[in-house]
């Protein structure tokens, strides 16, 4: 990403925490943000929604003005909750509080002296799902030192809101660490947090010492873990198969360039990219028309659609394990493809996939993609989740068109990722 993006995007982040420290916080060549301020206190499990834990000066998301909007599959990527605008994941009136997994509720407090990496993170968000790895081996390398790090879980769409779902999330990617559900995103609020991923990193007298909001700066971030390890017990030394290189770039030559930005299909806060003349109609069923002429980074729809909170329901009649006329139409330019999909009546549904008007082979279909005995490619979408639709051999630009065989299925969005954002299990 520009350099002056990223710069304007911290500040709307941490310099609108209400913390008053502006000369702590310096520009890294790396992309980490120095800073040093006390960090927020953990809520207490089950809290009401409306509990204050954040200390005077420290608004809500609601009080912050715009922030820049970044491409969430392109380098530095992240998802963006909209400005002033709560995820919908957590109504605002809900009252859940907070719930912990792989652990008993921890407090900043009795985690004192040690060094805590805090990472928000969703389970249907890509830019999460690639940086698990490193958080895995972060945690395999440094908790024996006095080094905690705690996944903090705020659903960016309504379907993945429920605490089992993290649950099973926690599980399927083999999350080791303690992590914590932030229902009502009060965790969220307290770091007036706008982003998926962003990690804080805090030193063992409790102050935050360093921010990175999006991918990348893996050795950055653990060069300044060893850092504030070294600080809590001066001495401290690593095995030498902890040596720290370069990071990787994924806006170099050689990754293919910059993706189509992430593609919300319903009405998401005024970003949907819906390309069709009959728009969005709130909670109501529309007979779509096919268009066949459609931008990068547009969606278009043909057949009976609602336009639900966060996505759109296709309400066509049933058709069995055949595919129909009824569509959607996308076109992106990536090397692999993914969608957030969910079902609306909670029952398992097909879904047929094809790209510039042939079906999905071996060599580019998903890892969620199976391969019927007629050569057609289909997803069975049987929770709400982040699918693997498409994974091509290079970057390029392409067509693909998605077919429900029956009603209830919910497309919330769909990412992307480029030749040097392919290395991570696809789970």
């Known amino acids: 990403m520009r350099e002056w993006m990223h710069i304007l995007l911290f500040a709307g982040c941490a310099s609108l925490l209400g913390f008053g420290v502006s000369s702590d916080i310096r520009a890294q060549d790396s992309g980490l943000r120095a800073m040093h301020v006390r960090a927020p206190e953990f809520p207490p499990p089950s809290s009401p929604a409306a509990q204050t834990i954040a200390g005077p000066g420290i608004p809500s998301p609601q009080a912050l003005p715009p922030t820049a909007t970044i491409s969430p599959s392109g380098p530095g990527g992240m998802a963006t909750s909209p400005s002033g605008i709560q995820p919908v994941g957590g109504p605002p009136n809900a009252i859940r509080g907070v719930t912990w997994i792989n652990s008993p509720p921890l407090t900043m407090k009795e985690l004192r002296g040690k060094v805590v990496m805090i990472d928000f993170w969703d389970y249907t968000c890509i830019n999460c799902i690639r940086t698990f790895p490193e958080n895995k081996k972060l945690w395999d390398r440094y908790h024996r030192y006095g080094f905690v790090l705690i996944g903090v879980e705020d659903a960016e769409f309504s379907s993945a809101a429920p605490v089992e779902r993290a649950r099973e999330a926690v599980k399927r990617f083999g999350l080791p660490y303690p992590n914590v559900v932030d229902a009502d995103f009060q965790i969220w609020n307290a770091y007036a947090n706008h982003f998926w991923p962003n990690v804080f990193l805090i030193d063992a007298y409790g102050y935050i010492r360093y921010n990175h909001p999006g991918e990348g700066a893996e050795n950055e971030i653990e060069r300044a873990i060893q850092e504030l390890l070294k600080e809590a017990r001066p001495g401290q030394e690593f095995p030498g198969s902890n040596s720290l290189t370069a990071d990787a770039d994924a806006s170099a030559p050689g990754c293919g360039g910059a993706t189509t930005p992430e593609m919300y299909v319903g009405d998401w806060s005024g970003r949907g990219v819906l390309a069709n003349p009959e728009g969005y109609h709130d909670h109501k069923t529309v ?95 049987r929770t709400p989740r982040m699918y693997y639709l498409v994974q091509n051999s290079h970057f390029g630009s392409h067509r693909v068109e998605l077919y429900p065989a029956a009603d209830g299925l919910m497309i919330n969005s769909f990412t992307f990722g480029n030749d040097c954002q392919t290395d991570f299990e696809h789970l």
């Open 287 to 381: 007979e779509y028309s096919r268009q066949d002429t459609v931008e990068d980074g547009r969606v278009s729809l043909a057949g009976r659609w609602e336009t639900a909170r966060d996505g759109m329901i296709y309400r066509g009649k049933h058709k069995g394990d055949e595919p129909g006329e009824d569509r959607a139409i996308l076109e992106y330019h990536a090397r692999e493809l993914y969608s957030v999909m969910n079902l609306a009546r909670g029952r398992e549904t097909r879904l047929y996939v094809m790209q510039d008007g042939k079906y999905l082979t071996a060599g580019n279909k998903g890892a969620d993609v199976e391969i019927d005995s007629k050569g057609r490619s289909y997803i069975e979408v």
